[in-house]
């Protein structure tokens, strides 16, 4: 039995790097396209493969340095297709290198067990896809259901520490046997040795996934209390804008009235010419859109004073009426984000004559529209159902998005984004009255 279990073969190890960091790298937004990305992983492949196979009749001495390497080129490659912090992609980079010893050991075991069975091919080809694809798969799923909802991953120095740590301990537990034979931990039995590293890897694999659990946790529990914050300023700015219109619409009736009295008694020229102004001047801050939403009418009116200053124009076909049956506070964090979120965007603009927003609200059969659109000719990238956005401090934007989603779906409603013709369009659908 001992004679059957020998050592992995280097370029299986080397296949499971790759495939690990592969599994990872298409959870994270990458800054390369399709077509090179393809290109960079055949790459990496290879130097992966020749790099593993090339150093094995090295001395057991250089074992340890050549590991640290394959883990440096393991980082190397996904640090360059994958758009993330340097900590986020050295924590993704160290569950790799552990996943793709699980893949590898627990490959090679059942492939040393059914040798003794046949010397088949066929049978160990088989073994090697099926594991590899069971293990990699079943990754990327775990990846993917424990980051749902996680608008951006977060890693600090601590956690990335702490992920290196454990996946240096298990690896070293899990290959003490190979380099030790006399320790309380070590087996004397070639099946053993190749068990115990079956497991302990397994171990290791589930202590940092229940570790990367606990750190979406928290970034959850941010993230919620970041869109409860986006909630309360959203509705603190309704109120001020409220306040502030209030004054403006007495002013403005009482301004106009007096006018007309001075235009009734006054006839000199220069008088004139002044009064005409001030009219004028009055006129800008009339309202300008009547939705039949008081709500939206002075959220509007407040983004307006923003949008002149920026010379921003904003079309608006909205049926407000059919809003009544939602919060007053809901109705601020839906429409105040999108229009911050829309009203930022077109700013950029170069040209004043492409800030352009348009506002739809219309009853669709049982269910009520709300289209935001602005004029857009950047390249948009979804994450997470998410605009990724193009500043650097990722961590601190995303949640009026965030907000707006929330928001939606305690009225069973949802909210889709889309980019046609250099418009990007925020789509939303609620059932008549918010009821699912």
């Not at 059914?114 to 990699?136: A, C, E, G, K, P």
Request: hydrophobic share 45%; glycine share 4%; proline share 2%.
């Amino acid at each position: 039995m001992n004679s059957v279990y020998q050592d992995i073969p280097r370029i299986y190890t080397a296949v499971a790097e790759w495939l690990a960091c592969l599994t990872y790298c298409v959870v994270m937004k990458r800054r390369v396209k399709n077509e090179d990305f393809i290109l960079t992983s055949i790459l990496a492949l290879i130097v992966q493969c020749m790099f593993l196979v090339l150093t094995k009749g090295l001395p057991v001495a250089f074992w340890i340095p050549c590991m640290i390497l394959a883990v440096v080129f393991m980082y190397i490659f996904m640090a360059f297709t994958c758009d993330d912090t340097r900590n986020v992609i050295g924590y993704y980079c160290a569950r790799a290198f552990l996943l793709a010893e699980l893949a590898a050991s627990l490959e090679w075991q059942l492939a040393c067990f059914f040798t003794n069975v046949t010397d088949s091919i066929l049978i160990q080809v088989v073994i090697l896809l099926s594991v590899y694809s069971l293990v990699f798969i079943w990754a990327h799923y775990m990846e993917v259901s424990i980051t749902r909802g996680i608008f951006q991953l977060e890693i600090n120095t601590h956690e990335l520490w702490a992920a290196i740590v454990i996946a240096v301990l298990v690896f070293a537990f899990s290959n003490l046997s190979f380099v030790f034979s006399n320790t309380p931990f070590s087996a004397g039995l070639a099946a053993d040795i190749f068990y115990i590293r079956t497991l302990v890897d397994i171990a290791g694999i589930m202590i940092l996934y229940v570790y990367q659990s606990r750190i979406c946790e928290l970034l959850a529990e941010k993230e919620l209390r970041n869109i409860h914050s986006m909630l309360k300023a959203q509705y603190d700015k309704y109120r001020n804008y409220q306040s502030t219109f209030e004054v403006i619409n007495m002013k403005y009736h009482d301004l106009k009235h007096q006018i007309a009295g001075l235009r009734a008694e006054m006839s000199d020229e220069e008088r004139k010419k002044w009064i005409d102004s001030l009219e004028q001047e009055l006129e800008s801050y009339s309202p300008e859109l009547e939705t039949g939403n008081s709500v939206l009418d002075t959220l509007i009116a407040g983004k307006m004073m923003n949008c002149r200053a920026n010379n921003i124009k904003i079309t608006c076909v909205a049926d407000g009426d059919i809003l009544d049956f939602m919060h007053v506070a809901d109705i601020c964090t839906i429409f105040g984000n999108a229009l911050d979120n829309a009203i930022e965007s077109v700013t950029m603009m170069e040209d004043p004559e492409k800030r352009l927003i348009h506002l739809v609200i219309s009853q669709r059969k049982n269910f009520i529209l709300i289209q935001i659109n602005n004029y857009c000719e950047n390249r948009i990238t979804l994450k997470n159902g998410y605009p990724v956005t193009t500043k650097a401090d990722k961590g601190n934007h995303g949640f009026g998005l965030k907000s707006i989603r929330y928001t939606v779906e305690k009225y069973h409603g949802t909210l889709t984004f889309d980019l046609k013709d250099n418009w990007f369009e925020l789509k939303i659908l609620i059932p008549q009255g918010g009821q699912g």
